[in-house]
């Protein structure tokens, strides 16, 4: 995928993530862009981990593994802040 690729499915990824776990308030398209990239790294990690395919294109699979990802990026993050 491309910059731009990654630039929108960051955006639609980081946007579902801060709508399941109640951040859309809190955060900007920016904060979404970043989110959702970084969840899908992170999504993608965690499904080679284990043995699967992660993020491999702009397609349904990778796009749930990206919203996995950004959701528990910010459940880590949530947890940091508490504390």
Not at 58 to 78: D, E, Q, T
């Amino acid at each position: 995928m491309g910059i731009i690729s990654w630039i929108i499915f960051g955006a639609l990824a980081g946007w579902i993530a801060s709508k399941i776990t109640g951040h859309d308030a809190s955060m900007g398209a920016m904060a979404n862009i970043i989110v959702g990239i970084v969840g899908a790294l992170l999504g993608g990690l965690v499904m080679s981990l284990i043995g699967k395919t992660g993020v491999d294109g702009f397609n349904l699979g990778s796009f749930l593994v990206a919203v996995g990802g950004a959701v528990l990026l910010l459940a880590i993050f949530k947890g940091f802040r508490k504390k």
